[in-house]
């Protein structure tokens, strides 16, 4: 009668002691690294190599500008307008993430439809205007798409994945991951080891990503052009798949006896 009513009450109050599990220690959540670096690796390269502009790379268009006006030459709109819209999109996506938040809506889930919609409307142009000038602009609107579905990407792994490691800028995910790698190949102290070893866990997926989508992305871009961006949306939709998935709410078991 005892253990009954204890599991009565354990059932009317399940998460007296039971810890609820959390999205980002789901393995749908922990392979979404390594897709968002594909895609920002797929995007960035393709965006480069057909319109000149760095969609997931900021810093590099920022380099390319002062390149411009140092040497006094003129630099693609494209290029002048990428940092403004890139700022202005993470801040309209940080206001809206915490909405969806106070309406308890998953920003995950919502943010990775968002990426996908703003990649589909860039894919959508540019084959739509294939063969005319990348300075022309409907190119310079379709590049703005692919820096808003990176600011949104930026994002969303701040803000829904606050453990990963950011998944289009590789320069500190390197720095990192090579500093982590030396310390667990020297074996001198047991505790730097292991976080070393944990923080490489989560920093090689996002690196991995990111240079295997610039690798297709290239290989795709020569063959086909900017229609290969058709790669980058498809990663898109299964991140999309991947996060519906690990958003959805868990239901505890049941504990009541019979």
């Known amino acids: 009668m005892i253990g009954s009513a204890h599991l009565v009450m354990r059932d009317e109050h399940p998460d007296a002691d039971t810890p609820m599990p959390s999205v980002e220690d789901s393995l749908g959540t922990k392979l979404l ?16 190599l057909g319109l000149g502009l760095f969609t997931a ?21 494209a290029l002048m307008i990428s940092v403004p819209v890139f700022i202005v999109v993470l801040a309209v996506t940080s206001l809206f993430a915490g909405a969806l938040k106070r309406a308890s809506a998953s920003p995950l889930r919502v943010l990775l ?5 703003l ?5 959508a142009i540019c084959v739509a205007a294939a063969g005319v000038n990348a300075n022309a602009p409907s190119m310079v609107v379709a590049g703005m798409f692919g820096v808003a579905a990176m600011a949104v990407q930026n994002a969303l792994v701040r803000i829904a994945l606050k453990r990963e490691p950011t998944t289009a800028v590789m320069t500190t995910n390197i720095t990192l991951l090579t500093i982590d790698v030396c310390d667990v190949l020297s074996g001198q ?9 944990e923080r490489a866990k989560h920093t090689w997926p ?9 690798a297709l992305g290239a290989w795709c871009a020569a063959t086909f052009g900017l229609r290969s961006l058709v790669l980058p949306v498809g990663f898109a939709l299964l991140a999309v798949a991947l996060g519906w998935r690990q958003s959805r709410p868990v239901t505890a078991p049941s504990l009541r006896a019979e």
Do not use: Y
């Open 57 to 77: 790379h900021i810093t590099g268009n920022l380099v390319i500008l002062a390149a411009h006006i140092v040497a006094r030459s003129e630099a693609s709109p």
């Open 119 to 123: 990649l589909c409307a860039f894919l």
């Open 206 to 214: 996002a690196v991995a990503g990111f240079l295997l989508g610039c």
């Open 33 to 48: 690294p390594f897709l968002l670096g594909m895609i920002a690796g797929s995007v960035d390269v393709i965006g480069f």
């Open 189 to 197: 102290q047991v505790d730097r080891v292991a976080k070393a070893r």
């Open 113 to 117: 439809w968002l990426q996908f919609m």
